[in-house]
């Protein structure tokens, strides 16, 4: 269990850092197939579009759910077998995600 307040604001930030990235990767899906759609016509583009954001997807996904809570070192995310990622604190210890923001609540 870390007290060190400064890993724990860097590690906490680094995950907000990753749920940013992983809701910008969701939030493209539909303007980018679209914009595909409405420029290339074509299936193909369509499809190695959609590739490709799947696969920046998969990686944001697993960048979140195994990321480790800077005070417990549990992953941050995953209790039992599934990630919830709309939980805005560690399912272990209880560490909010804005816990260096929030001063003094660490
Ligand atoms: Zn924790």
Redesign the pocket.
């Known amino acids: 269990m870390t007290t060190n307040l400064y890993q724990i604001g860097m590690g906490l930030r680094s995950i907000r850092r990753r749920r940013k990235m992983l809701w910008i990767v969701i939030g493209i899906y539909f303007p980018q197939i679209w914009l595909t759609i409405e420029f290339s016509g074509s299936n193909t583009a369509v499809t190695i579009v959609f590739i490709v954001w799947f696969i920046m997807l998969w990686n944001c996904v697993m960048l979140v759910a195994f990321a480790k809570?800077?005070?417990?070192?549990?992953y941050?995310h995953i209790k039992s077998f599934f990630p919830t990622y709309h939980k805005r604190?560690?399912?272990?210890?209880?560490?909010s995600l804005r816990a260096d923001l929030d001063s003094k609540s660490i």
């Not at 604190?89 to 560490?95: E, F, K």
């Open positions: 809570c800077p005070s417990c070192d549990n941050f604190h560690c399912l272990h210890c209880g560490l």
